[in-house]
Nanobody, 115 residues
Framework: QVHLVQSGGGLVQAGGSLTLSCAISGSSLRPSAIAWYRQAPGNEREWVAGISRGGSTNVEDSVKGRFAISRDNDKDTVYLQMNSLKPEDTAVYYC?????????WGQGTQVTVSS
């Protein structure tokens, strides 16, 4: 059974930083791509950043230069480092791991950025 447990998040002022973590159990992270998504109230869930099996990373244009995704294969953990946060980054953030045709999601972490 695959489980994704998120940590981090919280309330921060605009311009501040937060780091989200997503710890994976039940499946080795190494063969898998993994991604971060977010969902603001009233909005669809949207992709934010991804890291491939080979370690290549990509981020959505609105967070480019501010957010970075990384992973520690030894700890089976993926991170989302968020800098220069803006009020429009306020959302619930989720990590997602595709595994054997199923998408596994973390429980979600609230990030609130005050102006």
């Amino acid at each position: 059974q695959v489980h994704l447990v998120q940590s981090g998040g919280g309330l921060v002022q605009a311009g501040g930083s937060l780091t989200l973590s997503c710890a994976i159990s039940g499946s080795s992270l190494r063969p898998s791509a993994i991604a971060w998504y977010r969902q603001a109230p009233g909005n669809e869930r949207e992709w934010v950043a991804g890291i491939s099996r080979g370690g290549s990373t990509n981020v959505e244009d609105s967070v480019k230069g501010r957010f970075a995704i990384s992973r520690d294969n030894d700890k089976d953990t993926v991170y989302l480092q968020m800098n220069s946060l803006k009020p429009e980054d306020t959302a619930v953030y989720y990590c997602k791991l595709p595994h054997l045709g199923i998408d596994y999601w973390g429980q979600g972490t609230q990030v609130t950025v005050s102006s």
